[in-house]
């Protein structure tokens, strides 16, 4: 059967969902594979859920968005609730398993939105605390539920900014759709502004691209 | 200031062509506007910011002074419509994008270009509405640029569907403006806009496409009316008559110019029951449920025009004299229905009976034609089995 993988990734505005994606993207394209990006965020500045949807085949791709996706990736609470709806019993969610807390929101008094929502620089420069979220129970019943700590990996041994790239490295492998050194070649490309910038960044995310590829592909097989 | 023209400035230096050869690349569909205005020779973008087609403007304004192009961000869309005019009216290649309720700004700029013949081009990536609504996507600006303006609607709308007829189809758009001197619009979404595909970018010229010239309309050497007929573009007229004889021109040129300016995909007619009409993004979903429907042995065929405006009226009605039905499904209230409407009317294949899927600012996927033809098809096995039990 010819390939064909939709993927929707969710987050937190700032997170680094939609790089993930467009990196995947690109990846799949320098393999000569169809494929289509797609950002989705509503009008906040600060403090939205940030969506992205992937699909990646050997055919041309229909319409930009899809019903129900293979994989899921939620970086979020608040993402993967709004992820569900594109959950069914073929698909797979990968989470961070260190999960973050969304930031809240002040409803109550306007105008206190700006100061209790995390800009998305400080959010990806955050620490990780005790207090996960409880993952939200997917009713619809899904084949897999594969969590990462990729929060915890990028703290630990990298640096927690790149997490979102630990999780692009598993969800990379997960797609079967994407080779590591294509994926190298196409985070060194979306990245570049940044990388010439600050030259550090370039082994961090490599090295972390290849611990997200690895850790998850061993706690699956095991 | 050196006093110099645009034009004089622009020999000075020797620019590279944007695009040389032909090459693959994965982008998002503002940034491929950007680039197809680079590479057909457009000089200069005025323009106003609004999401979802900002992106034209930031690789525009980056890209522009590579190649001796220009940008002018103005304070509103009405000043960027008529400094694009006022660029053109120069003899300069300008052009500008929009959406949403800068798109209903720019209706008198476009009436303008209307009336005095000016080919201004205009990209407008469609966000949901009415009013701020949404920065996201819809269908439902087709009614506003094709018809938004105080007038005949005396434009070219082109809509394409992809990346790749994005960037042929705004390269077109150029031709199309200064050869039949129209107005003419590019009419995307916010879904093109923000996502990215891969497409093959490439010389206009290397491909035979050669833009029609641009000329100055005012500054002309020589005394007018002596040694020229004075330059008189006018937008205003005393009295009925004199407007009513000024637009006869515009209007017979207009249609005479119908039949070469109409496109339209087709597929899969070939004894079709049901018709899909869709048009830009959806048309991507109609094609592939059309494809699917086909494979399951439903008899489904697929029409999607490329241009809005003018709409390919006789090649619809020439499908619909054979008898099928047609399903109009687009990211609107029925905008696209009433040009299908439009097209037939007053004909037998007028009667043809008309399904609709109006999902106005939602997106629409394959799977969901295919349910929807798939009910149609049982609506009518159930109503000639039940006409079968009433004889």
Do not use: C, Q, S
């Given at each position: 059967m010819a390939l064909e993988k939709r993927i929707a990734l969710g987050g937190e505005g700032g997170q680094g969902v939609q790089s993930a994606a467009d990196i995947l993207a690109q990846a799949a394209f320098e393999e000569g594979r169809e494929v289509l990006y797609i950002p989705n965020f509503g009008i906040e500045q600060r403090g939205g859920v940030s969506l992205a949807f992937v699909q990646i085949g050997e055919k041309p791709i229909g319409s930009p968005k899809f019903k129900q996706a293979d994989l899921i990736v939620a970086l979020s609470v608040r993402s993967l609730e709004r992820l569900e709806?594109?959950?069914?019993?073929e698909s797979t969610i990968l989470y961070d398993s260190s999960l973050l807390a969304p930031p809240e929101v002040a409803d109550a008094v306007v105008g206190r939105q700006v100061y209790n929502t995390h800009a998305p620089e400080a959010f990806a420069e955050r620490q990780l605390t005790d207090q996960k979220q409880a993952i939200p129970?997917?009713?619809?019943?899904?084949?897999h539920m594969l969590g990462l700590p990729a929060g915890e990996i990028a703290q630990n041994q990298l640096h927690p900014r790149v997490s979102n790239i630990v999780i692009l490295g598993a969800l990379a492998r997960l797609t079967e759709a994407v080779q590591l050194n294509s994926l190298e070649k196409a985070l060194l490309k979306r990245l570049a502004s940044k990388l010439e910038r600050d030259p550090a960044l370039k082994p961090l995310n490599l090295k972390a691209l290849r611990l997200g590829w690895e850790t998850l592909h061993q706690q699956v097989s095991v | 200031m050196s006093g110099k023209s645009l034009k004089e400035k622009k020999e000075e230096k020797v620019y590279p062509r944007p695009v040389s050869g032909e090459k693959r690349v994965y982008m998002s569909g503002n940034e491929v506007v950007a680039w197809a205005a680079l590479a057909c020779g457009a000089e200069f973008l005025c323009g106003y910011p609004i999401t979802p087609q900002n992106e034209i403007m930031h690789f525009w304004s980056r890209l522009a002074p590579r190649y001796g192009r220009k940008f002018l961000q103005t304070e509103d869309e009405l000043s960027a419509g008529f400094a694009a005019l006022g660029g053109i009216m120069a003899g300069a290649r300008c052009f500008s994008a929009t959406a949403g309720p800068g798109t209903v700004l720019f209706q008198e700029p476009l009436a303008m270009a209307e009336m005095m013949r000016l080919p201004l081009v205009l990209v407008v990536q469609q966000r949901g509405g009415p009013s701020t609504a949404t920065v996201v996507y819809s269908q439902q600006e087709v009614f506003l640029t094709s018809?938004?303006?105080?007038?005949?609607?005396l434009r070219v709308v082109y809509a394409p569907g992809s990346h790749q007829e994005m960037y042929d189809y705004t390269i077109k758009a150029f031709t199309t403006a200064w050869q039949y001197r129209f107005p003419t619009l590019v009419l995307g979404d916010g879904y093109q806009a923000q996502m990215k595909e891969a497409l093959t970018i490439y010389d206009p010229p290397a491909r035979g496409l050669e833009a029609a010239p641009a000329f100055p309309?005012?500054?002309?050497?020589?005394?007018?009316?002596?040694d020229r007929e004075p330059a008189h573009w006018r937008n205003t007229f005393s009295v009925e008559e004199e407007l009513f004889d000024a637009l006869q021109p515009l209007i017979i040129d207009y249609y005479s110019a119908v039949p070469f300016l109409t496109e339209k995909e087709t597929g899969f007619l070939e004894g079709a029951a049901l018709v899909v009409v869709a048009h830009g993004i959806v048309g991507r979903a109609a094609r592939a449920a059309v494809g699917e429907l086909r494979e399951k042995g439903f008899p489904v065929g697929f029409f999607r025009p490329l241009t809005l405006r003018p709409f390919p009226d006789e090649d619809l009605r020439k499908i619909t004299a054979a008898g099928p039905r047609l399903l109009v499904v687009e990211s609107a209230w029925g905008q696209l229905n009433k040009l299908v409407r439009m097209a037939l009317?007053?004909?037998?294949?007028?009667?043809a009976e008309i399904y609709t899927y109006l999902r106005p600012g939602l997106g629409i996927t394959a799977a969901e034609i295919v349910q929807e033809a798939e009910n149609i098809f049982r609506g009518y096995a159930e109503q000639e089995a039940g006409e079968g039990n009433n004889v």
């Open positions: 709806p594109y959950t069914g019993a129970e997917i009713t619809t019943g899904v084949k | 018809f938004g303006g105080n007038g005949e609607g309309l005012v500054g002309a050497a020589g005394l007018p009316g002596v009317g007053g004909t037998g294949a007028g009667r």
